[in-house]
């Protein structure tokens, strides 16, 4: 195991470089060299101007000489120039007349509004062409949504989820019609009012018979996917500026009564537990709570309620939901950690951590991006602790987990399935590749990178968070680079021993990577997960760096060519390292709840739903955020491309 760290205060000073501050010295200094510049720039002597004069000559005579010799590529430009409506001003009479041409016009038929509203989302170093582009791109998401929703009406409404490939649908989360609800904040997002009719209907005619009636469900996952995307379904609709009739007939007080009503429901698992630890399921029909099989809840499934029953309490003002959600934080809070690590199995028994095995893939996940979330979600009140757990853990990751690959070097994210005494395992989830995101938020609160060093709002500590957060999502873009099909394995291990035995690759001989990244053959599937994309999402808002969007896009396409079905839906793959890939009959509520909706939001205007004003959930369902620094503006749609 290697024990040298890979960050050092030098890389991420040098990483920074630019954005440092002055000091007073190098200010006087470089004042000065610009003053002498400026004196010397006005002693232009005549001598001095004559050689302009024959430099600028030359200059013409070769340009022209030049044009005579590829004329063929002067007329293709000229075409290209007439296409988009530009003229010479000196048309036809001489090459120079083409050094002066006229500005293209701006595409016609945009208000003045619209053209205020593209510019201020214009990347810095892009034009309105390359953001033109974008919203085409955005565009093709929607279709993606519109096509991934058409195959679940036309094969599976009702149920949780769709099997694309034998046209049924099935109910693996309760019976609650999981993806319906899942993916109406993202239709809304998108303006798909088509989806946003039909959702809203079933939600008002079907779900409150479904919340009595229904069996078993897990209280993790039906907080976050039903009781998250309700609740943000009631805000997105206006139901908190106190609109009460969506323009689609369903009003938004049907969906916040629905997330009450299921709420009371789950209440139970944390007020039955003999400790602050909920258990993890819950009956619906009988209201009555119960253990998994082992007896142990997940680490992260516990720690990941809080933003929904903080904002159910917030809407409902009824204190219950938060109290019982966050006594959960606040006994983890008195519990021993390993540097802020924490174990992934809890006994709803003893409140205690069950066992040594620390991660940030499955089942501890989303208990180190709550600690931040909730904090965020709640400034201004009492939840420092939450701040400083967040801190410490991150300190914890970057000292035990985080590790380089040989031989070139990729930052990566281990494991410790025996403890801090055990043996490391260089293996990580897809699903830890949230962590890029969650470090970027927490590193500059929502805010950009820039703005946030302008504001010296940074300490040491961020700036090496955010530099991590940008080495790990090339990591995990790069887990999907080295495959045959340009999509990442649910597993990836990551070479520490040297050349000679990395064992098998993702299939793309042409990676830097093939010899870094091994992935096992029972490792090899893909369930159309969202992590890297939402890391790539909150790293292009945070960062502004385009290359987050370029690989949003190639993963995009990547899910388009090999994922998608022509009868409706999108399949998750057995195999991605061979092509074409064997299918898996399954489409997972969170590709229209989180994977399409990041990439959607990727693309698009960066005012939409800002991350200074929402947190959004660990299933992508976006909340305001309350006593925030900025005054809340509310949801708009990113109205320039809505058809
Ligand atoms: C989602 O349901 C949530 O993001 C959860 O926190 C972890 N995994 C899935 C998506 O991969």
Not at 29 to 44: A, F, G, H, Y
Not at 308 to 317: A, I, M, R, V, W
């Amino acid at each position: 195991m290697s024990k040298s760290l890979p960050y050092s205060m030098k890389d991420v000073h040098y990483d920074n470089a630019k954005f440092r501050q002055r000091s007073f010295f190098k200010v006087i200094t470089q004042n000065m060299l610009t003053s002498n510049r400026k004196r010397e720039c006005v002693k232009c002597t005549t001598g001095k101007f004559l050689t302009l004069l024959m430099i600028c000559g030359l200059a013409y005579l070769m340009l022209t000489r030049m044009s005579s010799i590829h004329p063929s590529t002067d007329s293709t430009a000229k075409n290209a120039g007439d296409q988009h409506g530009e003229k010479l001003i000196v048309d036809g009479s001489g090459r120079l007349g083409r050094l002066w041409r006229k500005p293209p016009r701006l595409p016609p038929l945009l208000t003045p509004d619209e053209i205020t509203s593209r510019n201020r989302t214009i990347h810095k170093s892009g034009n309105l062409n390359v953001e033109l582009d974008w919203k085409a791109r955005q565009q093709r998401v929607k279709e993606a949504f519109i096509h991934a929703w058409l195959g679940y009406k036309n094969y599976a409404m009702g149920y949780d989820e769709l099997m694309p490939l034998s046209h049924r649908g099935v109910d693996g989360l309760g019976g609650l019609g999981a993806t319906i609800i899942d993916a109406l904040d993202t239709a809304m997002i998108m303006g798909a009012d088509e989806v946003i009719n039909e959702a809203g209907s079933w939600i008002e005619k079907i779900l409150p018979e479904r919340i009595d009636g229904k069996g078993q469900v897990n209280l993790f996952e039906t907080t976050i996917r039903i009781m998250g995307g309700l609740l943000s379904a009631y805000h997105l609709s206006g139901g908190e500026q106190g609109s009460n009739a969506s323009q689609n007939g369903t009003k938004p007080v049907v969906y916040l009564e629905n997330a009450r009503k299921l709420a009371d429901h789950l209440l139970v698992a944390f007020t039955s537990s003999p400790s602050a630890i909920p258990f993890s399921d819950v009956v619906l029909h009988d209201r009555s709570a119960h253990p998994a099989p082992d007896g142990l809840s997940s680490t992260s499934e516990v720690s990941t309620l809080q933003l929904e029953f903080n904002y159910l309490s917030s809407l409902t003002g009824d204190p219950k939901y938060s109290l019982e959600s966050m006594k959960v934080l606040e006994h983890l809070k008195t519990l021993p950690k390993v540097e802020g690590l924490v174990p992934i199995y809890i006994s709803p028994h003893s409140g205690e951590f069950s066992g040594e095995n620390i991660r940030l893939g499955s089942r501890g996940d989303s208990y180190y991006e709550y600690l931040i979330k909730v904090w965020l979600q709640n400034q201004g009140s009492n939840l420092t602790y939450l701040h400083n757990m967040y801190e410490e853990s991150i300190k914890g990751v970057k000292h035990l987990l985080v590790r380089k690959s040989v031989p070139n070097g990729l930052v990566f994210v281990g494991e410790l399935p025996y403890g801090p005494q055990g043996s490391f395992s260089p293996k990580m989830d897809h699903l830890v590749c949230f962590l890029p995101g969650t470090l970027a938020l927490g590193a500059t609160k929502g805010i950009t990178k820039e703005k946030a060093m302008r504001e010296n709002l940074l300490s040491f500590e961020d700036l090496e968070n955010l530099k991590l957060a940008e080495d790990l999502a090339m990591t995990c873009v790069e887990m999907y680079s080295v495959t045959s099909t340009g999509l990442a394995p649910e597993i990836a291990y990551f070479n520490m021993e040297g050349e000679s035995d990395s064992g098998p690759g993702g299939g793309n001989k042409d990676s830097k990577y093939a010899k870094d990244i091994i992935i096992k053959p029972a490792d090899r599937h893909n369930l159309l997960r969202p992590e890297t994309v939402e890391s790539l999402f909150f790293l292009f808002r945070i960062t502004e760096d385009p290359k987050y969007r370029e690989w949003g896009w190639e993963i995009f396409e990547a899910f388009e060519k090999y994922t998608k079905v022509d009868s409706g839906g999108y399949s998750s793959l057995d195999d991605v390292t061979t092509v074409p890939p064997q299918r898996r009959d399954k489409m997972e509520t969170f590709f229209l709840g989180e994977t399409l909706k990041y990439l959607y939001l990727l693309f698009g205007d960066t005012n939409v739903l800002a991350l200074d004003e929402y947190v959004f959930n660990s299933e992508a369902h976006p909340f305001p955020i309350r006593g925030g620094s900025r005054k809340h503006r509310g949801f708009q749609q990113d109205k320039s491309i809505l058809s």
